[in-house]
C-alpha cells in the first residue's frame, strides 16, 4: 500500500479513544448487538459479528461487555433497533469524509452530522458524493513482536489470496479484497497468528494535505465533533495527516 498506513491512522485515533473508553465500549457493544441480531449469536456462523468481536477486542473491550452485548442483540426483549447509515460530505479545503453511523433515529443522527460539519468548516453532501474516491478493502495488521515471524505470517497471507503485503519497521499489513478478507484471516488464525487489527474499512485512492494551519484544526476539530457522537462508528477520509512523533 502506498501512502499512510492505514494502521497508523487506526493507533492515533485509539490513542485518543483510550481516554474515554466507555464511548468506545459503548459504540462496540451497539456493533456487537446488530450483529448478533441480524445473524446469530454464534461467531463461527456468523461473519459480521466475529468482525466486530475482533473490532472490539482491538479496543481491549472486556468478554463480559462482548458477551452481555450478544445476549441484548439476540434477546427479544428489546425493542431498540438500529440501522446503518453512511453519510459523506466534505472537510476544510473539500477533504473527502465518509461516516458510517449505527442509529436508532435518523432524524436525530442527519442534523448531529449536519452540525458537525457546517460547524468544522465543512458541509454534508449527498450520498456518493466521496464514496468514489474510495476503495473498500479487508486490512489487517500484525505489530512487529518478539517471536512473531513476519516472513511466515506473510507467506500464510499471500497463500490464502491477500492482494497486498506491506512491511515497515514497525509491522506488516495485509490488504484483501472484501469477498477474501474472511478467508485470509481464517487461514492467519488457524496458522496460530492473531492479528492486532482486523477489519474492513474504506482506503482513499489519494490523499490530500491540508497546507493551511487553520484547516488542519478545523479538520481535527470534525473528526474529533464525529468520533464524539455516540451514533457514530467509523470516519474515513482522504486527509494525510501530519506524521506524529
Wanted: some cysteine.
Amino acid at each position: 500500500m502506498s501512502g499512510h498506513s492505514k494502521w497508523n491512522n487506526i493507533k492515533n485515533k485509539k490513542g485518543k479513544e483510550d481516554a474515554k473508553k466507555g464511548r468506545v465500549f459503548t459504540k462496540m457493544a451497539r456493533y456487537i448487538m446488530v450483529a448478533a441480531r441480524e445473524g446469530g449469536g454464534d461467531p463461527e456462523y456468523n461473519p459480521s459479528l466475529k468482525m466486530a468481536i475482533d473490532k472490539a477486542k482491538s479496543y481491549n473491550m472486556p468478554n463480559d461487555n462482548i458477551e452481555r452485548a450478544i445476549k441484548k442483540g439476540t434477546g427479544e426483549d428489546d425493542d431498540t433497533h438500529y440501522e446503518e447509515v453512511t453519510y459523506e460530505g466534505y472537510g476544510p479545503s473539500g477533504i473527502a469524509v465518509m461516516v458510517k453511523t449505527l442509529t436508532d433515529n435518523r432524524n436525530r443522527t442527519a442534523p448531529e452530522m449536519r452540525h458537525a460539519f457546517d460547524r468544522n468548516g465543512g458541509n454534508l453532501g449527498t450520498s456518493g458524493c466521496v464514496s468514489f474516491m474510495f476503495d473498500k478493502r479487508g486490512v489487517l495488521y500484525f505489530e512487529k513482536e518478539e517471536g512473531l515471524d513476519l516472513d511466515e505470517v506473510m507467506m500464510v497471507a499471500i497463500d490464502s489470496g491477500a492482494g497486498d503485503v506491506d512491511g515497515d519497521d514497525d509491522g506488516l499489513e495485509i490488504t484483501t479484497s472484501p469477498e477474501d478478507f474472511a478467508a485470509v484471516r481464517d487461514a492467519l488464525e488457524e496458522a496460530g497468528y492473531s492479528p492486532k487489527m482486523a477489519e474492513i474499512t474504506y482506503i482513499p485512492q489519494n490523499e490530500v494535505e491540508l497546507t493551511s494551519e487553520e484547516d488542519v484544526k478545523k479538520m481535527e476539530k470534525l473528526i474529533d465533533a464525529l468520533e464524539d457522537n455516540d451514533d457514530v462508528q467509523d470516519i474515513y477520509h482522504n486527509w494525510k495527516e501530519p506524521d506524529e512523533d
